[in-house]
């Protein structure tokens, strides 16, 4: 079961997946969805991990309250962060996600 976090960004509530990598690039990525809810009005979500039950639809796991994206699922991803993966010695390039 993968496992999603509820954080803060720029006063809103975001749901942040967990680090994915890249396959063709030396990175780790992971995506902010919009919850459209302020984080003043629900401060302790922020922290909570969340399940996808699809649709656009979370479970937060320690309180079983459901939360929606901003739009449902059409909601598109606000930001991306990334981490380089550093290359190992003795590897030469990156391919399909790992260092060979």
């Known amino acids: ?25 030396p990175v780790q990525f992971r995506l ?8 003043e009005n629900y401060p302790l979500f922020v922290g909570q991990k969340v399940t996808n039950c699809g649709n656009g639809t979370f479970l937060l796991r ?3 309250i459901y939360i929606q994206l901003e739009n449902g699922r059409d909601t598109l991803p606000e ?3 990334e981490r380089k993966i ?4 003795g590897k030469k390039e990156y391919r399909y996600g790992k260092w060979r």
């Open 32 to 39: 902010g969805w919009p919850t459209g809810l302020l984080s």
């Open 1 to 25: 079961m993968i496992e999603s976090e509820i954080v803060v960004r720029d006063g809103k509530l975001y749901i942040l997946d967990p680090w994915q990598r890249d396959f063709e690039k």
């Open 86 to 89: 550093p290359k190992p010695s």
């Open 79 to 81: 930001y991306t962060e």
């Open 62 to 64: 320690e309180s079983n």
